[in-house]
């Protein structure tokens, strides 16, 4: 008895084998020509059943690669244990009436055995596809027959697999290429770049605990070319957490021979802020260690753009929240600490009502306006160690990292539905916009942040579908109301 398999995961798990309108295979070919010999049929197939249709990998004794799905008898024996027999299909309640036994190849005889693939990380085998014998007579299949079209099915399967193996070590080399051609492109705009960068080499003599500089080292430090400066005396440029990571760094490579690589705050002798990056790794001479020697090379541009684009990357250009990406590392970031010590924080998703109606009537400039404004009203709203975000369009978040109680957060729901309340004027009427908002709280019966998210969205169309500009809670059956019309309350309680 095979494990029961929705077909949701039946079809991820054909389509993953990447076989469906591929050109025929001999050894497919060869496998239905000797099970139609073999068994006296004079059609045999291979085939594998999609969304729409049944489609032939293999096919003998058909001038025709496929139908329709619903006309499939191999969907029937997709569903099997062990072997589909069909005697007589005009006689079979099943395939009676089927347009393939009505008419053309008018199937009477009908034997499909699945076809089953091992499904990934051990979770058992899936039938994909069937081996199937077909007479244009009713006859009987005898259980020689029915061996033998086991035996058959089971050398599918294994060329079936042979072929998943196959194309999984392709698509692993193409995603290797991928990566070693994205790699390459990255090594080469590095080069690029340490060809236009700010660098100098230094030397540290073991014995003297004394540096001598290259000239661009002295200009990094912001010093005139001169004498050699005392280790001391150059650990002074770097930020205190910097001088740590270089001391421990410095004695590691003397006791271990351990290269190092440090990126640092820096201050240079000007007073110029800087980010500066240190390599080093030992000089060695009769097989003594005698010296450190290394390059030292002004990053601070590179790292200004990298923490620019990081924060491009997190911030919503338009109103400045945070991103959809950002939120995720956040929402991850606090479950995590709510894991370890149990505290608790409450999400909020917020939909604009009507805000459709502005961008029509004013234009997409006032639109994005009222994102500005709506935006403005989330940031002071969330508090501190919260996170205000848009999601994109007219959908919001944000993280209210109290732990509150159910007064709490119905009346800092309450509030927030009254502040995101706000009227547009033109040709001389109001459109007034308001927010829509679900709330979960997080507890650690919820399994991931997708599901947290979830629950959060469902109780926002709870929300939507009582009445727009109102909140409701996940698991709670209260609807919330702006505190500014809490002669609503008792009304929106008992909806």
Known sequence: MHAIVSEAERLACLRGLGILDTPPEHEFDTLVRTAGQVLECPIALVTMVDENRQWFKAVCGLSIDGTPREDAFCTHALKADD?????????????????????????????????????????????????????????????????????????????????????ALVRLAEERRRTLEALDRSNRQLRQAERMARIGSWRLCLRTKVMAFSDQTYAIHGMPVGNEVPLEAVLDFYSAQGRIMIETAV????????????????????????????????????????????????????????????????TDDLTGLASRSRLNLFLDERIRLVRENDSGFVLLLIDLDHFKAVNDACGHPAGDDVLRVMAEKLQASCGAGGLAARLGGDEFALILSESLDDAELEQRLGHLLATLRHDVETDGRVITVTATIGACRFDVTIASRSGFMKRADEALYRAKNHRRGFAAVAGEARIIVPNDMAHLKLRADTH
């Open 83 to 167: 072997l589909l027999v069909v005697s007589d299909a005009t006689v079979d309640s099943r395939f009676a009436h089927n347009p393939l036994v009505t008419g053309d190849p008018h199937i009477r005889f009908y034997a499909g055995m699945p076809i089953r693939v091992e499904r990934p990380h051990g979770a058992g085998p899936i039938a994909v596809a069937t081996l199937c014998v077909i007479d244009r007579q009713p006859r009987e299949l005898d259980e020689a027959g029915m061996t033998v079209l086991r035996d058959l099915a089971q050398l599918a399967e294994a060329l079936l697999t042979a072929r998943s193996n196959t194309f």
């Open 251 to 314: 004695s590691r490579a003397i006791s271990s021979g351990e290269s190092f690589d440090i990126e640092s705050d820096f201050c240079n002798a000007q007073g110029e802020a800087l980010r500066v990056r240190l390599k080093g790794e030992l000089e060695f001479r009769a097989d003594e260690a005698v010296a450190l020697i290394g390059v030292l090379q002004d990053i601070t541009d590179r790292h200004a753009m990298e923490q620019a684009l990081r924060h491009a990357a997190q």
